[in-house]
């Protein structure tokens, strides 16, 4: 079994719509979730960072951890074409080797006018 | 606009070739890594360097040698590559070895002939 999983998608939605991407992790230990936006042809950017269970909201993207699943998701609200690109999950380990982040496969999230 | 900057942006070479990646970053940050990424991959960690010393090296082969010449700079040394090396290859920095917040440059895509 993976550490983590992704659906890699391609994730197809009209704009406008509300978005949702999830990864499911193994390890209960896990306690940091980070959600990175890649667009192609360039390098992952940061767009949430969220430690244990819980909501966090930025704008239009929310971020949602349950432990008591495994289970994280990021949301897209009034989806654009402009979210269009590789959404990637990626746990940390622990806070002493922030270097062993795990990764998910990405998923492909294409927004149509 | 990422504030991690890799040149070239595009690299091709042969196998017998001798060539470096650079990366710099003025954030201040500590941490700095190299990662691999090939299509439609999440990112592959190679190297991390903490307070400019070697602190992570995954297995990578010797054909490629990393550098941190200064807390600002990162090279990643590259002699007798193969095809399969061919990639994108992705530069990042961290505030501190105590957090998943990775700053990634836009990459320097690779192709060995």
């Known amino acids: 079994q993976k550490e983590v999983e992704q659906d890699p998608g391609p994730l197809s939605v009209p704009e406008g719509a509300i978005v949702s991407l999830n990864c499911t992790y193994s390890?209960?230990?896990?306690?940091?979730f980070m959600w990175y936006r890649q667009y192609s042809r360039k390098g992952p950017e940061l767009l949430m960072y969220t430690y244990s269970s819980g909501n966090k909201e930025d704008g239009r993207f929310t971020a949602q951890v349950d432990k008591s699943s495994k289970y994280i998701s990021l949301f897209i609200r009034d989806s654009q074409p402009s979210d269009s690109a590789t959404y990637l999950c990626?746990?940390?380990?622990?806070?002493?080797?922030?270097?062993?982040?795990?990764w998910g496969a990405g998923t492909k999230l294409i927004i149509k006018p | 606009d990422t504030e991690v900057t890799q040149t070239p942006k595009h690299l091709v070479m042969g196998m017998t070739n001798k060539k470096s990646l650079k990366c710099e970053q003025h954030m201040g940050h500590r941490a700095m890594y190299w990662y691999k990424q090939k299509a439609k991959k999440p990112p592959e960690l190679m190297f991390v360097?903490?307070?400019?010393?070697?602190?992570i090296n995954e297995s990578v082969p010797s054909r490629f040698s990393p550098e941190c010449p200064n807390s600002s700079l990162l090279n990643l040394h590259l002699h007798a590559l193969q095809p399969e090396d061919s990639a994108l290859y992705l530069c990042?920095?961290?505030?501190?070895?105590?957090?998943?917040?990775?700053?990634f440059g836009e990459g320097s895509r690779l192709t060995v002939l």
């Open positions: 990042a920095s961290s505030p501190g070895t105590n957090t998943g917040e990775l700053f």
């Open positions: 390890n209960s230990a896990f306690q940091y």
């Open positions: 990626a746990i940390q380990r622990d806070t002493d080797s922030n270097y062993q982040l795990i």
């Open positions: 360097y903490s307070y400019e010393k070697l602190s």
